[in-house]
């Protein structure tokens, strides 16, 4: 069965201080591993889209890196604003006409000033 | 370029009663997926829509049905309210040959 597992949960960080969340996956054939931010009460926001392992993709404080069994998003010196809910998901090749997300339970991340 | 609309934003039913929800995709898109999201849960794919048909349906009921109109539109609709469909529903569009889904802001469902 495919699966998608975050860690840690919840995480808390000092304005600058960086760090990583990961993404650990049980995929039959991965087509992508994406990443999203969503804020409270609002709708996951599209972050990045890897496809193979080494693939590397930056935006801002954000870095998502790509292996065969996980991903990690990596946040340089972070601000109170990067402070959400960070969702992973997979698409398999082996998900038929669709292109249906399999997500994470999440990482919660808090910036404190 | 407007994103995916949802409405409405928030809901209350009470058991046993029926909801309607409602999804315009983005400009370009002709492929709705549903998505329920529990607090403090990852989101769950209800089901896609692509050529006004369903094309593929996760683990839930058939309490749980949509439609989708020539237009690209799409509705969820939710019969015999539990206490358990309390959620976040999301609809996500993409082109039909595209791999990344954005999603919209939600539709919070609250049944008492």
């Known amino acids: 069965e495919d699966q998608v597992t975050q860690s840690p949960e919840a995480l808390r960080l000092q304005e600058g201080e960086s760090s990583s969340l990961n993404c650990s996956y049980t995929v039959s054939g991965l087509r992508g591993l994406f990443w999203y931010r969503q804020d409270p009460g609002k709708g996951p926001e599209f972050l990045f889209t890897?496809?193979?392992a080494g693939e590397e993709k930056e935006k801002e404080r954000l870095k998502a890196t790509l292996t065969k069994k996980e991903s990690f998003l990596h946040i340089t010196a972070p601000k109170p604003e990067d402070s959400a809910t960070y969702l992973c998901a997979v698409q398999s090749i082996y998900g038929g006409a669709t292109n249906k997300l399999i997500f994470g339970t999440g990482t919660l991340l808090a910036v404190q000033p | 370029d407007a994103g995916v609309t949802q409405s409405p934003t928030h809901l209350i039913k009470t058991r046993g009663q029926q909801v309607t929800l409602r999804c315009s995709p983005k400009?370009?898109?002709?492929?709705v997926s549903w998505y329920q999201q529990a607090l403090g849960q990852g989101p769950q794919f209800i089901f896609q829509y692509y050529e006004e048909e369903e094309r593929q349906r996760g683990n839930f009921p058939d309490r749980f049905s949509g439609h989708q109109f020539p237009n690209y539109s799409s509705e969820l609709n939710v019969n015999a309210l539990l206490l358990g469909d309390s959620a976040l529903y999301l609809c996500?569009?993409?082109?039909?040959?595209?791999?990344?889904?954005?999603f919209g802001p939600g539709t919070r469902l609250t049944v008492l």
């Open positions: 890897l496809y193979s």
């Open positions: 996500a569009s993409s082109p039909e040959r595209g791999n990344e889904q954005f």
């Open positions: 400009s370009g898109h002709d492929t």
